[in-house]
């Protein structure tokens, strides 16, 4: 840190800085080890909601002593912004000393919330999915399609990816992007069944919806299949979600919150947090053929863990624009 000083991190700069989904994903990792000792501080996030609707601007604070990480996430999600040619989530992130509670940098958060959320699904299935899953099935071929991808690559040898999207040409995109990347073999299909029966993993990245449309019926997840549901729960239908054995989200009381307010209104009882599995706490899978799946919401740890690495390997590197304060 410097004394009086803020370093302000742009998108680019974020990006420049080069953190690796591994390293992410270990971070969170360590994170969820935490908070499954009850080491984290997380509130709730409070959110407004401008222009009503799917809208959402939330503040996600969290303290991690174990990572000397305190701060918070101010983003917004607005599900119509792709008529505007603007990305649906945006904000920044404050990380601030946890000795002094100094501001020490601001961030774009747009990187690290897509990185991160496909390193949490990529922790659930650590303990959730096969460790031979090889046939990924991604329903939502934005951001979040391609950040989980990433993760799930990392830990699994995936092969397939059967690739939906409502949106032709974004299906295409990801197909193009995906196997250019990672030399995975993309199949495009034109119903979302095709992206969920005979997959070993599941990753559901479509809008959030607080009416699910429900398209995944029952019977589709194979056996032995994990899924998670970065929409919420607006792909499935709850006698789908039904069929899992463990149903696992990454905190309860943020799940209770979204219930409070129209979310989640038909969905299985929690078997286990993610703090709960990394710690052993509970076991995750047990037999090559059951059924499980997690809803993560995002956490403001999630955010608290990956931030603090940039922000030194920006000052490494020497990347970003110091700011009075
Ligand atoms: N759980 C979390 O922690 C978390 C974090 C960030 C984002 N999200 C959620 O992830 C979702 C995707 O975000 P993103 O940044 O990737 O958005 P994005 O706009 O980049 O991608 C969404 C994609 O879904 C497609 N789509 C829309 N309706 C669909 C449908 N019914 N079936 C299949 N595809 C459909 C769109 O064409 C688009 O390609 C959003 O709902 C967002 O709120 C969740």
Redesign the pocket.
């Known amino acids: 840190m410097i004394k009086n000083q803020l370093l302000y991190l742009s998108r680019a700069d974020v990006t420049a800085v080069g953190l690796t989904m591994s390293e992410i994903i270990a971070a969170l990792e360590k994170a969820f080890e935490e908070k499954g000792e009850g080491r984290v501080e997380m509130p709730p996030k409070p959110g407004i909601h401008p222009g009503g609707g799917d809208n959402f601007i939330h503040a996600m604070p969290a303290y991690i002593p174990a990572m000397k990480s305190a701060g918070l996430k101010w983003v917004s999600?607005f599900p119509e912004n792709?008529q505007r040619s603007l990305?649906?989530?945006n904000g920044l992130l404050v990380l601030n000393d946890p000795e002094t509670g100094l501001p020490i940098s601001v961030m774009d958060c747009v990187w690290i919330?897509?990185m991160r959320?496909g390193a949490?699904t990529a922790v659930a299935a650590k303990y959730l999915a096969r460790p031979d899953s090889s046939i990924l099935g991604i329903?939502?071929?934005?951001?979040?399609?391609r950040s989980n991808l990433e993760a799930l690559n990392v830990l699994f040898p995936l092969k397939n990816v059967m690739a939906?999207?409502?949106?032709a040409r974004?299906a295409q995109s990801f197909a193009n992007e995906i196997t250019n990347r990672f030399g995975l073999e993309v199949v495009i299909v034109d119903i979302?069944k095709d992206a969920v029966t005979g997959c070993d993993i599941v990753v559901t990245?479509?809008?959030?919806l607080k009416k699910p449309?429900c398209?995944i019926q029952p019977g589709w997840l194979s056996e032995g299949a994990f899924a998670s549901l970065?929409?919420?729960d607006s792909y499935w239908h709850p006698e789908a979600m039904h069929e899992t054995t463990k149903f696992c989200t990454d905190d309860v009381p943020q799940l209770h919150h979204y219930r409070e307010i129209g979310y989640f209104q038909d969905i299985p009882p929690v078997y286990a947090d993610l703090g709960e599995l990394v710690t052993n706490q509970k076991p995750g899978r047990e037999t090559p053929q059951e059924r499980t799946m997690t809803v993560?919401?995002?956490l403001a740890m999630d955010d608290m863990a990956t931030a603090p690495l940039i922000y030194r390997q920006a000052i490494k590197k020497n990347i970003g624009t110091w700011l009075p304060l």
């Open positions: 999600g792709f990305p649906y989530i919330t897509a959320t949490a329903l939502g071929c934005g951001v979040q399609g939906y999207d409502i949106d974004a979302p990245s479509g809008p959030i449309h398209t970065v929409d919420f993560n919401l995002g």
